[in-house]
C-alpha cells in the first residue's frame, strides 16, 4: 500500500504516567536507541515491538512529509511486530534483530511491497523476496517499508540527480532540507538519520551506501562483494553490486550486517576493545579539494592519535585509470545483468530497448533528466568482448592494487579517507563532481565503512575506512573504535536551507 502522508499521527507510545508521575515503560528515544538496548527492553518486557514499530510508523507520517525518503509502509508491520512479542513473551527470540524495524532500498525484491528501483517500469511486483529479505524475516525483524532511491542507480544519465525517481520524486536532506541526500540509497541514509527506522538496507555499486551515509551523518558499510546474496536485487554490475547497512550506530550496522550475511558470523564481537591503540593507519585526504573537509580530516588524524593510532600519510595511486576502465565496463555489465534479471519480472520490460521505449512514451519519467547512459548501455559490446574483459580486468586489478600496496608498502591496518564534502543544492542540474573516495573499494570488491566524523556548519562529514579482502570486521571495529573517540553524529534539524 501508498504511504498516506495526510495521515494524523497516532497516539504517543506507551502507557500514560503512573500516579507519581514517571512512566514505568518510558519510550525510547529513537536517534539514541541501539538493537542491543533495544532488545534488552524486549527481553525485560519493558518494551513491545509493536510500541516501537509504532513509534517508527508515527514518525514516517509526520517527519517524512519534509525529507519524502519512505516510499511505501508495510501493512502488517504492526502484525509483524505482534509475532515478535509472542516470541519475546515465550522466551523464543530468534536474536538481536527481532522485532526491530528495518526499511528496505527499493531496488530489494519484495513480494508484497515491490521493487521499483525508482522506474515506474518495474511497478509490477517481483514473484518473490530477494534472498536478504529472507533472512532479515528468519531474523524477525519487521520490514517496516520501502525507501525512494536515485533511479536505476543513478545509472539512466551522467546528468542525473541524486534522491530523484519517478516512482518517489525526490528525497531531501534531513539536515537541510534543500540540500541533496547523495547516492543511489538516498532515501535508506536519509530515512535512518531521520530516525524513521531503527536500521535501513542500502545498495552499493560504487560509493551509494557510504556516501549517502556521509551526506546525512550514519554509519554506512560497504561489505566484501559477495558476503550478501545479490539475489534479488535489481542490478547495475554483479561485479561490484553489493547490499549493505546504515545506521546511526556502529553496533547497529554490524548487527544487521551479521543477519544479511547469514553465515553464523557475529560482526559485534569485533567492536570490543581498543582497535586504535597501536593500529597503522593511512590518512588519505585528498586535500585541499574543500578546506572543511581538510578540517574535519585533521580533527579526525587528532582522534586517531590520541587514541593511539601510528598516522601514516598515503596516496592510493590509479585512480584515473580506474575510472577510465570502470565506466565503459559498467555499460558492457549493466546490458548484460539488467536484461538477466528483467527476465525475472513478468510484465515488465524485458531488454534495454524497450525500456528505453517505456521512458519516451512515459509523461513522467524524462520530465527531470535524459537517458543518455540508457542508449550507451544499450549500444554497449557483450558481455564476451575482449575489450570489455580487458577493461573490466584492468579496473578490478587496479583498485585492487591501489589498496593492497599501500597497505603492505606501509604495514597499515587500514586507510581512512574523508567520505564526502558538504551536501549540495538540489537543483537538477546534474549531481556536481565532488569529493568523494569510494571508488578503491567500490571497484576492487574490498569493504568500507563510513562513520560520522564532523560538520560543515549543519551539514555532515563522514570518515571512511577501507582494508584488503575480507576484512569486514577490521573496518568495523576501526569505525566503531573512532565513533566512540569522537560521538560527533546528531539528529537532522530539518533547516528549510542554509542560513
Given at each position: 500500500m501508498r504511504f498516506p502522508l495526510d495521515a494524523p499521527p497516532r497516539a504517543p507510545l506507551g502507557?500514560?504516567?503512573?500516579?507519581?508521575?514517571?512512566?514505568?515503560?518510558?519510550?525510547?528515544?529513537?536517534?539514541?536507541?541501539?538493537?542491543?538496548?533495544?532488545?534488552?527492553?524486549?527481553?525485560?518486557?519493558?518494551?513491545?515491538?509493536?510500541?516501537?514499530?509504532?513509534?517508527?510508523?508515527?514518525?514516517?507520517?509526520?517527519?517524512?512529509?519534509?525529507?519524502?525518503?519512505?516510499?511505501?509502509?508495510?501493512?502488517?508491520?504492526?502484525?509483524q511486530a505482534a509475532r515478535s512479542d509472542r516470541r519475546h513473551a515465550l522466551g523464543r527470540a530468534l536474536g538481536p534483530m527481532d522485532g526491530i524495524p528495518v526499511l528496505i532500498k527499493d531496488n530489494i525484491d519484495t513480494r508484497d511491497l515491490g521493487a521499483t528501483a525508482g522506474s515506474r517500469a518495474l511497478l509490477v511486483p517481483p514473484v518473490d523476496d530477494a534472498e536478504l529479505v529472507g533472512r532479515l524475516r528468519a531474523a524477525g525483524a519487521v520490514v517496516l517499508g520501502k525507501t525512494n532511491m536515485s533511479e536505476w542507480g543513478n545509472f539512466r544519465s551522467a546528468w542525473s540527480t541524486s534522491g530523484w525517481s519517478g516512482v518517489g520524486g525526490q528525497t531531501h536532506n534531513p539536515h537541510v532540507l534543500d540540500r541533496n541526500p547523495c547516492g543511489s540509497s538516498s532515501g535508506s541514509g536519509a530515512a535512518v538519520a531521520a530516525s524513521l527506522a531503527q536500521v535501513a538496507v542500502g545498495t552499493e555499486t560504487c560509493g551509494s551506501v557510504v556516501s549517502p551515509a556521509g551526506h546525512s551523518g550514519v554509519v554506512g558499510v560497504k561489505p566484501t562483494l559477495g558476503r550478501i546474496s545479490g539475489d534479488g536485487i535489481v542490478p547495475i554490475s554483479t561485479r561490484q553490486d553489493t547490499a549493505g547497512p546504515l545506521a546511526r550506530h556502529v553496533v547497529d550496522a554490524a548487527i544487521l550486517l551479521s543477519v544479511l550475511e547469514?553465515?553464523?558470523?557475529?560482526?559485534?564481537?569485533?567492536?570490543?576493545?581498543?582497535?586504535?591503540?597501536?593500529?597503522r593507519i593511512g590518512v588519505w585526504r585528498r586535500a585541499g579539494r574543500d578546506a572543511e573537509v581538510d578540517r574535519v580530516v585533521e580533527s579526525a588524524v587528532g582522534v586517531l592519535r590520541r587514541?593511539?593510532?601510528?598516522?601514516?600519510?598515503?596516496?592510493?595511486?590509479?585512480?584515473?585509470?580506474?575510472?577510465?576502465?570502470?565506466?565503459?565496463?559498467?555499460?558492457?555489465?549493466?546490458?548484460?545483468?539488467?536484461?538477466?534479471?528483467?527476465?525475472?519480472?513478468?510484465?515488465?520490460?524485458?531488454?534495454?530497448?524497450?525500456?528505453?521505449?517505456?521512458?519516451?512514451?512515459?509523461?513522467?519519467?524524462?520530465?527531470?533528466?535524459?537517458?543518455?547512459?540508457?542508449?550507451?548501455?544499450?549500444?554497449?559490446?557483450?558481455?564476451?568482448?575482449?575489450?570489455y574483459l580487458d577493461q573490466r580486468r584492468t579496473a578490478t586489478d587496479l583498485a585492487r592494487r591501489s589498496i593492497d600496496e599501500v597497505l603492505a608498502a606501509h604495514r597499515l591496518d587500514a586507510v581512512m579517507a574523508p567520505t564526502n564534502g558538504p551536501a549540495w543544492r538540489t537543483d537538477y542540474a546534474g549531481d556536481p563532481v565532488g569529493l568523494g573516495t569510494a571508488t578503491p573499494a567500490a571497484v576492487s570488491g574490498y569493504p568500507n565503512a563510513t562513520?560520522?566524523?564532523g560538520f560543515s556548519g549543519p551539514l555532515p562529514i563522514g570518515v571512511s575506512f577501507m582494508a584488503g579482502h575480507g576484512a569486514d570486521a577490521a573496518v568495523l571495529r576501526f569505525a566503531a573504535a573512532f565513533e566512540r573517540a569522537a560521538p560527533v553524529r546528531r539528529a537532522p534539524a530539518y533547516l528549510p536551507t542554509l542560513p
Open positions: 502507557p500514560a504516567p503512573g500516579p507519581a508521575g514517571v512512566d514505568p515503560r518510558p519510550a525510547p528515544d529513537l536517534d539514541a536507541a541501539t538493537i542491543p538496548g533495544l532488545a534488552d527492553r524486549m527481553a525485560a518486557g519493558t518494551l513491545t515491538s509493536v510500541e516501537l514499530t509504532r513509534a517508527y510508523l508515527d514518525r514516517i507520517a509526520t517527519v517524512d512529509r519534509q525529507v519524502r525518503s519512505v516510499l511505501v509502509v508495510d501493512p502488517t508491520a504492526l502484525e547469514g553465515r553464523g558470523v557475529d560482526y559485534t564481537a569485533a567492536l570490543a576493545g581498543d582497535a586504535l591503540r597501536g593500529a587514541g593511539g593510532a601510528a598516522v601514516v600519510e598515503v596516496d592510493l595511486p590509479h585512480q584515473d585509470r580506474i575510472a577510465q576502465a570502470a565506466l565503459p565496463a559498467l555499460l558492457t555489465e549493466f546490458k548484460h545483468d539488467l536484461e538477466t534479471y528483467l527476465g525475472t519480472r513478468p510484465g515488465a520490460p524485458r531488454t534495454l530497448r524497450e525500456l528505453i521505449g517505456f521512458n519516451q512514451a512515459d509523461p513522467v519519467e524524462l520530465g527531470r533528466f535524459g537517458q543518455d547512459l540508457l542508449f550507451e548501455a544499450e549500444k554497449a559490446p557483450p558481455i564476451t568482448d575482449p575489450v562513520v560520522p566524523a
